[in-house]
């Protein structure tokens, strides 16, 4: 059974820093593209990065580039979110999730894992 789990959100003053982690289990986690997806309350889930299996490569919305990175441990099976410089329009539960085969997207219906998501509240 594929497992994700988030960690690491809370409640940060805008300007402030968060760091995400989901780790994984159930699967071989190196095989598996890897993102991070958010939805504010009454809005749809939108992407923010993905990395290549590798974590060679990553993709950011423009809404986050140069705040956030993306980056993976395929030896611990986790794939992190560092976010900097957070803003409350960041606001949202965000969830990770796993792409089995095929390359990055920013769609979320390519992705075929979930986890359960972890709140992010950034006060003004």
């Known amino acids: 059974q594929v497992q994700l789990v988030e960690s690491g959100g809370g409640l940060v003053q805008a300007g402030g820093s968060l760091r995400l982690s989901c780790e994984t289990s159930g699967r071989t986690f190196s095989s598996d593209v890897m993102a991070w997806f958010r939805q504010a309350p009454g809005k749809e889930r939108e992407f923010v990065a993905a990395?290549?299996?590798?974590?060679?490569?990553?993709y950011y919305a423009d809404s986050v580039k140069g705040r956030f990175t993306i980056s993976r441990d395929n030896a611990k099976n986790t794939v992190f979110l560092q976010m900097n410089s957070l803003k409350p329009e960041d606001t949202a539960v965000y969830y990770c999730a796993a792409r089995v085969g095929g390359n990055w997207s920013n769609r979320k219906s390519a992705y075929d894992n979930w986890g359960q998501g972890t709140q992010v509240t950034v006060s003004s």
């Open positions: 990395t290549s299996r590798s974590g060679g490569s990553t």
